[in-house]
Protein backbone atom coordinates (compact mmCIF):
# COMPACT_ATOMS: atom_id res chain seq x y z
CA UNK A 1 0.00 0.00 0.00
CA UNK A 2 1.10 3.33 -0.88
CA UNK A 3 2.78 5.55 2.23
CA UNK A 4 1.54 8.93 0.10
CA UNK A 5 -2.21 8.46 1.36
CA UNK A 6 -2.54 8.24 4.77
CA UNK A 7 -6.24 8.60 5.63
CA UNK A 8 -7.68 6.89 8.08
CA UNK A 9 -9.92 4.13 7.26
CA UNK A 10 -13.24 4.47 7.60
CA UNK A 11 -13.08 8.13 6.54
CA UNK A 12 -14.06 10.02 3.57
CA UNK A 13 -11.13 10.68 1.16
CA UNK A 14 -10.63 13.25 -0.87
CA UNK A 15 -8.95 13.56 -4.00
CA UNK A 16 -6.78 16.47 -4.95
CA UNK A 17 -8.54 18.99 -6.68
CA UNK A 18 -7.56 22.05 -8.55
CA UNK A 19 -6.97 25.11 -7.17
CA UNK A 20 -9.49 27.11 -7.90
CA UNK A 21 -10.79 30.34 -6.96
CA UNK A 22 -14.80 29.80 -6.21
CA UNK A 23 -17.62 31.54 -3.75
CA UNK A 24 -18.58 29.87 -0.14
CA UNK A 25 -21.99 29.88 0.49
CA UNK A 26 -22.19 32.42 4.10
CA UNK A 27 -25.19 30.38 6.11
CA UNK A 28 -28.28 32.62 6.23
CA UNK A 29 -26.04 35.74 4.49
CA UNK A 30 -26.57 34.39 0.58
CA UNK A 31 -23.42 34.39 -1.44
CA UNK A 32 -20.37 35.77 -0.94
CA UNK A 33 -16.81 35.73 -3.18
CA UNK A 34 -13.74 34.57 -0.69
CA UNK A 35 -11.26 34.09 -3.91
CA UNK A 36 -8.07 32.66 -2.52
CA UNK A 37 -4.70 34.16 -2.73
CA UNK A 38 -2.04 32.71 -4.31
CA UNK A 39 -0.05 32.77 -0.98
CA UNK A 40 1.10 30.39 1.62
CA UNK A 41 3.34 32.14 4.11
CA UNK A 42 2.27 34.39 7.09
CA UNK A 43 3.63 37.89 6.11
CA UNK A 44 1.93 37.35 2.50
CA UNK A 45 -1.06 37.47 5.05
CA UNK A 46 -0.04 39.78 7.59
CA UNK A 47 -1.68 43.77 6.87
CA UNK A 48 1.03 46.59 7.57
CA UNK A 49 -1.15 47.64 11.01
CA UNK A 50 -0.40 43.98 11.76
CA UNK A 51 -4.03 42.59 12.10
CA UNK A 52 -5.49 39.72 10.64
CA UNK A 53 -9.41 39.51 8.66
CA UNK A 54 -11.42 36.73 8.84
CA UNK A 55 -10.96 35.88 5.23
CA UNK A 56 -7.54 36.26 5.52
CA UNK A 57 -6.72 33.26 8.15
CA UNK A 58 -9.59 30.97 6.23
CA UNK A 59 -7.53 31.21 2.83
CA UNK A 60 -3.99 30.64 4.81
CA UNK A 61 -5.42 27.42 6.03
CA UNK A 62 -6.90 26.31 2.64
CA UNK A 63 -4.38 27.30 1.30
CA UNK A 64 -2.52 23.99 2.99
CA UNK A 65 -4.89 21.89 2.45
CA UNK A 66 -4.46 19.30 -0.15
CA UNK A 67 -6.82 20.35 -3.32
CA UNK A 68 -7.88 23.93 -2.06
CA UNK A 69 -10.70 25.20 -2.23
CA UNK A 70 -14.18 22.97 -2.22
CA UNK A 71 -17.19 23.26 -4.54
CA UNK A 72 -19.05 21.87 -2.19
CA UNK A 73 -18.30 21.92 1.49
CA UNK A 74 -19.99 22.64 4.84
CA UNK A 75 -16.91 24.61 5.88
CA UNK A 76 -18.66 28.13 5.37
CA UNK A 77 -19.36 31.30 7.92
CA UNK A 78 -22.18 30.54 9.90
CA UNK A 79 -22.54 33.93 11.28
CA UNK A 80 -20.37 37.26 10.68
CA UNK A 81 -18.39 38.95 7.67
CA UNK A 82 -14.98 37.20 5.94
CA UNK A 83 -13.72 41.01 6.32
CA UNK A 84 -14.08 41.54 10.18
CA UNK A 85 -10.81 42.24 12.24
CA UNK A 86 -9.68 39.34 14.07
CA UNK A 87 -9.52 40.53 17.91
CA UNK A 88 -9.11 37.46 19.02
CA UNK A 89 -10.06 33.48 18.51
CA UNK A 90 -11.73 30.69 20.28
CA UNK A 91 -11.27 27.12 18.71
CA UNK A 92 -13.79 24.71 19.72
CA UNK A 93 -15.87 21.84 18.88
CA UNK A 94 -19.28 23.40 19.02
CA UNK A 95 -19.93 27.17 19.29
CA UNK A 96 -22.50 26.87 21.69
CA UNK A 97 -24.53 29.50 23.75
CA UNK A 98 -21.91 28.79 26.60
CA UNK A 99 -18.94 29.36 24.20
CA UNK A 100 -20.39 32.04 22.03
CA UNK A 101 -20.72 34.23 25.98
CA UNK A 102 -16.88 33.08 27.10
CA UNK A 103 -16.02 34.08 23.65
CA UNK A 104 -17.51 37.39 24.53
CA UNK A 105 -15.78 37.79 27.72
CA UNK A 106 -12.42 36.72 26.34
CA UNK A 107 -12.82 39.96 24.10
CA UNK A 108 -12.68 37.96 20.73
CA UNK A 109 -14.91 37.80 17.65
CA UNK A 110 -13.78 34.59 15.58
CA UNK A 111 -14.93 31.21 16.51
CA UNK A 112 -13.49 28.40 14.48
CA UNK A 113 -15.70 25.20 15.36
CA UNK A 114 -15.31 21.94 13.87
CA UNK A 115 -19.04 20.80 13.80
CA UNK A 116 -22.77 22.92 12.96
CA UNK A 117 -23.56 25.44 14.47
CA UNK A 118 -27.31 25.48 13.56
CA UNK A 119 -28.71 21.50 14.72
CA UNK A 120 -27.96 19.98 10.96
CA UNK A 121 -24.86 18.93 8.57
CA UNK A 122 -25.59 22.00 6.17
CA UNK A 123 -26.48 24.79 9.10
CA UNK A 124 -29.99 25.19 6.94
CA UNK A 125 -32.06 27.33 9.04
CA UNK A 126 -34.94 27.95 6.75
CA UNK A 127 -36.52 25.36 8.97
CA UNK A 128 -35.70 27.11 12.14
CA UNK A 129 -36.42 30.82 11.18
CA UNK A 130 -39.38 31.13 13.94
CA UNK A 131 -37.67 29.32 16.32
CA UNK A 132 -37.02 31.38 19.86
CA UNK A 133 -33.68 29.26 20.30
CA UNK A 134 -31.82 29.83 17.65
CA UNK A 135 -33.32 33.53 17.21
CA UNK A 136 -31.54 34.06 20.26
CA UNK A 137 -28.46 32.24 19.71
CA UNK A 138 -28.44 33.78 15.68
CA UNK A 139 -28.92 37.58 17.65
CA UNK A 140 -26.36 36.60 20.11
CA UNK A 141 -23.45 35.94 17.83
CA UNK A 142 -25.22 39.25 15.65
CA UNK A 143 -25.33 41.41 18.38
CA UNK A 144 -21.48 41.33 19.64
CA UNK A 145 -20.72 40.64 15.70
CA UNK A 146 -19.07 37.28 16.07
CA UNK A 147 -18.03 35.18 13.24
CA UNK A 148 -18.27 31.82 13.23
CA UNK A 149 -16.24 29.01 10.46
CA UNK A 150 -16.97 25.74 10.78
CA UNK A 151 -13.59 23.63 9.65
CA UNK A 152 -14.77 19.96 9.02
CA UNK A 153 -13.98 19.10 5.35
CA UNK A 154 -11.04 20.88 5.32
CA UNK A 155 -9.42 19.66 8.58
CA UNK A 156 -10.16 15.63 7.78
CA UNK A 157 -8.88 16.66 4.22
CA UNK A 158 -5.15 17.11 5.56
CA UNK A 159 -3.12 14.07 4.97
CA UNK A 160 -2.83 12.25 7.90
CA UNK A 161 -6.07 13.84 9.02
CA UNK A 162 -4.60 15.65 11.90
CA UNK A 163 -8.37 14.92 14.12
CA UNK A 164 -7.25 11.22 14.42
CA UNK A 165 -3.78 11.51 14.60
CA UNK A 166 -3.91 14.67 17.69
CA UNK A 167 -6.10 11.65 19.29
CA UNK A 168 -3.52 8.98 19.27
CA UNK A 169 -0.52 11.08 19.82
CA UNK A 170 -2.44 12.03 23.06
CA UNK A 171 -3.33 8.80 23.88
CA UNK A 172 0.32 7.53 22.94
CA UNK A 173 -1.26 5.17 20.48
CA UNK A 174 0.31 6.34 17.71
CA UNK A 175 3.40 4.45 18.09
CA UNK A 176 0.99 1.59 17.40
CA UNK A 177 -0.64 2.55 14.23
CA UNK A 178 -0.12 0.69 10.84
CA UNK A 179 2.55 3.14 8.60
CA UNK A 180 -0.33 3.66 6.01
CA UNK A 181 -3.57 3.69 7.79
CA UNK A 182 -2.95 5.82 11.30
CA UNK A 183 -6.41 4.57 13.31
CA UNK A 184 -5.09 0.98 12.47
CA UNK A 185 -3.44 -0.29 15.84
CA UNK A 186 -0.95 -3.55 16.88
CA UNK A 187 -0.55 -3.38 20.04
CA UNK A 188 0.68 -6.34 22.71
CA UNK A 189 -2.44 -7.61 24.17
CA UNK A 190 -4.28 -5.74 26.49
CA UNK A 191 -7.37 -6.10 28.56
CA UNK A 192 -10.18 -4.36 27.61
CA UNK A 193 -11.17 -2.23 30.69
CA UNK A 194 -7.34 -0.96 30.54
CA UNK A 195 -8.03 0.58 27.28
CA UNK A 196 -10.93 1.71 27.91
CA UNK A 197 -9.54 3.44 31.66
CA UNK A 198 -6.40 4.74 29.51
CA UNK A 199 -8.89 6.63 26.77
CA UNK A 200 -11.07 8.09 29.93
CA UNK A 201 -8.36 9.33 32.07
CA UNK A 202 -6.23 11.00 28.80
CA UNK A 203 -9.77 12.27 26.40
CA UNK A 204 -11.32 13.15 30.20
CA UNK A 205 -14.12 10.90 29.70
CA UNK A 206 -16.32 10.77 32.71
CA UNK A 207 -18.37 7.41 31.09
CA UNK A 208 -18.22 5.96 28.22
CA UNK A 209 -20.97 3.25 26.49
CA UNK A 210 -19.47 -0.56 25.62
CA UNK A 211 -20.38 -4.18 24.30
CA UNK A 212 -18.24 -6.91 25.12
CA UNK A 213 -15.98 -8.26 27.94
CA UNK A 214 -13.83 -6.09 30.07
CA UNK A 215 -11.70 -8.77 30.45
CA UNK A 216 -11.15 -9.54 26.89
CA UNK A 217 -7.49 -9.24 25.36
CA UNK A 218 -7.39 -6.66 22.30
CA UNK A 219 -4.18 -6.97 20.25
CA UNK A 220 -5.75 -5.32 17.14
CA UNK A 221 -7.58 -1.41 18.01
CA UNK A 222 -9.60 0.52 15.30
CA UNK A 223 -9.79 4.65 16.61
CA UNK A 224 -12.74 6.53 14.23
CA UNK A 225 -13.78 9.46 15.81
CA UNK A 226 -17.10 11.51 15.17
CA UNK A 227 -19.69 9.78 13.72
CA UNK A 228 -18.33 7.80 10.60
CA UNK A 229 -21.46 6.23 10.24
CA UNK A 230 -22.89 2.61 10.61
CA UNK A 231 -22.22 1.05 7.41
CA UNK A 232 -18.51 2.32 7.48
CA UNK A 233 -18.13 1.12 10.83
CA UNK A 234 -19.69 -2.14 10.15
CA UNK A 235 -17.73 -2.82 6.90
CA UNK A 236 -14.32 -1.97 8.74
CA UNK A 237 -15.09 -4.22 11.57
CA UNK A 238 -16.00 -6.68 8.76
CA UNK A 239 -12.95 -6.34 6.51
CA UNK A 240 -10.03 -5.74 9.17
CA UNK A 241 -11.51 -7.57 11.94
CA UNK A 242 -10.58 -5.92 15.17
CA UNK A 243 -10.58 -6.32 18.44
CA UNK A 244 -12.27 -3.09 19.81
CA UNK A 245 -13.44 -0.39 17.73
CA UNK A 246 -13.61 3.18 19.63
CA UNK A 247 -15.63 5.20 18.12
CA UNK A 248 -17.91 8.73 18.53
CA UNK A 249 -20.98 7.95 18.17
CA UNK A 250 -23.37 5.77 16.96
CA UNK A 251 -26.75 4.61 15.49
CA UNK A 252 -28.01 1.95 18.14
CA UNK A 253 -30.31 0.50 15.38
CA UNK A 254 -26.98 -0.53 12.95
CA UNK A 255 -23.37 -0.76 14.33
CA UNK A 256 -24.34 -2.24 18.22
CA UNK A 257 -26.76 -4.76 17.10
CA UNK A 258 -23.60 -5.75 14.25
CA UNK A 259 -21.79 -6.34 17.29
CA UNK A 260 -23.67 -7.91 19.12
CA UNK A 261 -24.62 -10.71 16.36
CA UNK A 262 -20.60 -10.60 15.52
CA UNK A 263 -20.14 -11.68 19.35
CA UNK A 264 -23.13 -14.40 19.53
CA UNK A 265 -21.58 -15.93 16.56
CA UNK A 266 -17.97 -16.19 18.72
CA UNK A 267 -16.29 -13.12 17.61
CA UNK A 268 -13.73 -11.20 19.43
CA UNK A 269 -14.99 -7.72 18.98
CA UNK A 270 -15.52 -5.40 21.41
CA UNK A 271 -17.12 -2.03 20.71
CA UNK A 272 -16.42 1.31 23.15
CA UNK A 273 -18.73 4.42 22.35
CA UNK A 274 -16.55 7.69 23.72
CA UNK A 275 -18.94 10.16 22.50
CA UNK A 276 -18.71 12.69 19.44
CA UNK A 277 -16.98 15.50 21.45
CA UNK A 278 -14.43 13.59 23.21
CA UNK A 279 -13.41 12.05 20.74
CA UNK A 280 -12.86 14.50 18.12
CA UNK A 281 -11.84 17.21 20.44
CA UNK A 282 -8.03 16.76 19.91
CA UNK A 283 -8.74 18.54 16.38
CA UNK A 284 -9.56 21.83 17.92
CA UNK A 285 -6.46 21.33 19.47
CA UNK A 286 -4.31 21.31 16.82
CA UNK A 287 -6.67 24.19 15.14
CA UNK A 288 -5.01 26.08 18.32
CA UNK A 289 -1.53 25.42 17.81
CA UNK A 290 -1.47 25.76 13.90
CA UNK A 291 -3.11 28.98 14.63
CA UNK A 292 -0.23 29.70 17.05
CA UNK A 293 2.49 29.11 14.62
CA UNK A 294 0.56 30.69 11.74
CA UNK A 295 -0.99 33.62 12.78
CA UNK A 296 1.30 35.82 14.69
CA UNK A 297 -0.27 38.42 17.48
CA UNK A 298 -3.48 37.17 17.68
CA UNK A 299 -4.53 35.42 20.93
CA UNK A 300 -6.24 32.14 20.49
CA UNK A 301 -7.92 29.83 23.04
CA UNK A 302 -9.67 26.54 23.13
CA UNK A 303 -12.71 26.14 24.88
CA UNK A 304 -14.69 22.95 25.19
CA UNK A 305 -17.99 22.56 25.19
CA UNK A 306 -17.98 19.71 27.16
CA UNK A 307 -20.61 16.64 26.88
CA UNK A 308 -24.05 17.84 26.19
CA UNK A 309 -25.59 14.16 27.64
CA UNK A 310 -24.84 13.00 31.07
CA UNK A 311 -25.19 8.95 32.19
CA UNK A 312 -28.27 9.02 35.32
Known amino acids: MSTENKQPVGQNSQGRRKFIRDSALIAGAGVAALSIPQMSSAAGFFKPDGTYTVRQIMDMFIGQVPGGVKSNTVDTLKSGSPDTVVTGIVTTMFATVGIIEKTIKLGANFIIA ?144 YVRDARAKGDNINLVVMGHIASEEPGSQFMLEWLNKNIPGVKVDHISPGNSLKFY
Request: aromatic fraction near 10%.
Open 114 to 257: HEPTFYNHTDNTDWLKDDDVYQYKANLLKEHGITVWRNHDYIHTMNPDPVTVTALKLLEWDQYSDKDIPNVLTMSSTPLHELISHAKKVLRIDTVRYIGDLSAQCRRVIYMPGAAGGQRQIETISKLKPNVLFCGEISEWETAE
